[in-house]
């Protein structure tokens, strides 16, 4: 008796533990008054904040089409975009996707000076792409990421990166027009989801990633279908 | 078409027999008043573009070579002519006639920037040098004459001096007026050294030494056609008629095509000013061969060289970067800068070029290092605004420091070109490289359809290189594709290594590409598109060499 009741205090502890630390984190965010990027309106809706921050950092889980749709607004706003450490880039397809090619840097091989070649190019860049060589360390991502608020720089890392915004991921990817050897790839139907670390559970939405017409754009007419649990971040 | 060719003459024009002489001169508006030929000595450079090129690719000088432009002869060496190969001849014809022919690319801007030496040889000889085109330029010869004791002495001297330059046999006319001292150079004869390679008409005697040669001499085609028709075969039949007569009927330009002819050439000598010389040059004894040694000796030279340009009130836009090494090499390469060069800038390009042993490195230690502005603008147009520079200048900034760190060819800009597979289209020019057509050098065009290109969309991760991969039907064999397209069994799995294998859940193909089946660097190849159990969708090419993963759908 005594040992249930204080069982059920811990529980209700716990939970008032969990939602003030969601309060504490939610009023730690790294900016109050966030300046926005312009933002694909597909995605804009999933981010904390309804869009793309000014000196914050996004991680994409392995999607260089959903990069692409990410780079293709501020990049059409007339922003410069510099790509390091991804020499497998497609530049052709980022042209579909409509970042202007004029505006965009490419640095493939900065070796074994990422930070340097980031930060330098987060100085005069708005929008950064980059791909840690390998596991960053936690210096150096402070460093840069102290350097990413000061200048107002958005970092979109593809793959893990300590201390993101968000974390966007693909999951139930679908192509449609090609079959048991005909047709061709045509459209993908594909679940974006977002975690973030200040909003409480992740968001998800069915996107056409691109569709036929080569645009991308939210699939309104089937539900989203319920995401198995599967730790993201 | 001039009514001149078609028509008769409107005007009679009759033949005097000899009123050249005492012709009144201010009845022609076209001419000085009173003016005396002056005394010209003309030297030229036989076969310049020709020489300017052998000397370029070092060729022996007697090297049958042709000059082409537009896929037509424009320039044939002495050895070429002598086997047919003339101007305005098919490339295919001239190498036909002659099979040995070296078969050159013509640059109008190699020809004048080869003939510079030889304009400044002559400058220190004789000042006042008028460039008429690249390999024929005319000075003053009345204070030369003076002073090395005689025109024919002078004459010889400077074409002595031109041939120590690279000339090729440079032959020199003495004459009253540009033209006639022009005719007199062309009919030197060749042996040079022999003091024939100076023709010398005396003060007087131009109008009794044009007076024998054709008419076709005249620059003006469609008076030149109509003077053959009225039977007028040389100047000196043209410098019978009567000037006043010849300027009612043609007018000024006419007039002074007469006077010409009459060898009364009056047009004064315009001397070119001397450009001033802003190239920067190091020597260095002993040879150097780290690249940071050469880099410290050419700092100071590059900021005098800056301060050179600024004090002219000019920024440069591209240099010339000229190294000399111990072992005779040389390497030499323009480089572009997208605003404008500081001396770090400077300092950057000859390092990269040391360091760019794949393209222009040199082997052996540098002895010397040249850099000369290859363009520049007035300082005004390249200012800061009131409000700082705009956004692109510090976007360059940026970049360049990057540069400096990485390399030239680590910060690229992209842009698409024309061709069937993704490298080919995807284009990728160092920063500050790029011309400003904004199409990179060597791309295809890519406004042509391209049939056999991949339908949108493209993948967005292009593999460079390529991995290897294994597509394998349901039996665990390799997938092949026979000679008419069709495929040995469907794939179903395929996997990078041995360790991880994909099931495919669709596959699509092959669509062939069979590219330059005529030619050495033929490429043929099947294309894939296949979508895994994640719904990861993969572009595979099986060719010579196997399967391999292109690029992926991601």
Known sequence: MLDRSTVLESVGEQDTVAQLQARIKAMQATKLDSKLIPTHPAIAGLLPGGGLQQGAAYSIDRSAMLLMTLLAAPSAAGTWCGIVGMPEFGVEAAQHFGVDLDRLVLVPHPGDQWLAVTAAVADVMEVVVTRPPKRATDSSVARLAARLRQRGTTLLVLGPWPQTEAMLSLSQSEWHGIGEGHGHLAAREVTVTVTSRTAGRPRSARLWLPDAGEAVRRAENRAVQPLPERQLA | ?554
């Open chain 2, 1 to 554: 078409m001039s009514p001149h060719t078609r028509r008769a003459p409107v005007l009679r024009l009759d033949r005097r027999p000899s009123s050249g002489s005492a012709f009144p001169a201010s009845t022609v508006g076209a001419e000085l008043p009173g003016a005396e030929p002056p005394r010209v000595a003309v030297l030229w450079c036989p076969d310049w573009p020709v020489t300017a090129a052998a000397q370029h690719e070092k060729l022996p000088p007697d090297a049958p070579i042709a000059l082409v432009t537009k896929n037509l002869v424009f320039a044939s060496s002495g050895s070429a002519r002598a086997e047919g190969v003339v101007r305005g001849l098919r490339v295919r014809e001239a190498q036909a006639r002659q099979p040995g022919l070296v078969v050159l690319d013509y640059d109008p801007a190699l020809d004048s920037r080869a003939f510079e030496p030889i304009i400044a040889a002559m400058e220190e000889l004789v000042p006042g040098v008028q460039v008429l085109r690249p390999g024929l330029c005319a000075v003053r010869v009345r204070g030369a004459a003076r002073y090395y004791g005689g025109e024919r002495a002078a004459g010889l001297f400077l074409a002595g001096r031109a041939d120590e330059e690279g000339a090729g046999g440079a032959r020199v006319g003495i004459a009253d007026g540009i033209f006639t001292a022009d005719q007199a150079a062309r009919r030197a004869s060749a042996g040079a050294g022999s003091g024939q390679a100076v023709r010398i008409v005396p003060a007087g005697e131009a109008a009794s030494f044009l007076e024998p040669l054709g008419i076709g001499l005249l620059d003006d085609e469609q008076l030149v056609t109509l003077l053959r028709r009225l039977g007028i075969r040389t100047l000196g039949a043209f410098a019978q008629l009567d000037a006043a007569d010849v300027f009612t009927r043609f007018g000024p330009g006419g007039a002074r095509l007469h006077s010409l002819a009459s060898g009364r050439d009056s047009w004064p000598l315009t001397p070119r000013t001397p450009p001033r010389d802003l190239d920067a040059v190091v020597q260095f004894e002993p040879a150097l061969d780290r690249v940071d040694q050469v880099a410290f000796g050419v700092r100071t030279a590059a900021e005098g060289f800056i301060d050179a340009l600024t004090a002219a009130k000019l920024v440069c836009t591209a240099i010339r970067v000229e190294l000399d090494s111990d072992s005779g090499e040389l390497s030499e390469r323009v480089w572009l800068h997208p605003r404008s060069f500081t001396p770090a800038d400077v300092v950057d390009r000859v390092r990269w070029q040391l360091q760019g042993a794949g393209e222009v490195g040199l082997k052996s230690g540098v002895t010397r290092v040249r850099v000369s502005p290859e363009s520049v603008d007035a300082i005004g147009n390249h200012e800061g605004g009131l409000w700082g520079a705009g956004p692109d200048e510090r976007v360059h900034h940026g970049l360049s420091r990057v540069q400096s760190m990485l390399g030239h060819g680590a910060v690229l800009m992209p842009s698409v070109g024309g061709g069937r597979t993704l490298s080919d289209r995807q284009q990728l020019v160092a920063w500050g490289d790029r011309p400003p057509d904004g199409r990179a050098p060597g791309a295809k065009p890519v406004d042509q359809p391209w049939p056999g290109r991949l339908p949108d969309p493209l993948p967005g991760t292009v593999f460079s290189p390529r991995h290897p991969v294994h597509v394998l039907s349901a039996d665990g064999a390799s997938v092949e594709v026979g000679d008419r397209g069709t495929v040995s069994a469907p794939p179903v799995r395929f996997s990078a290594n041995s360790s991880e294998v994909r099931r495919l859940t669709a596959w699509a193909g092959p669509w062939a590409i069979d590219e330059r089946w005529w030619s050495a660097d033929a490429r043929s190849a099947w294309r894939f598109q296949a979508v895994d159990e994640t719904g990861c969708a993969w572009l595979l090419v099986l060719d010579a060499g196997g399967w391999w993963a292109e690029a992926r759908y991601d």
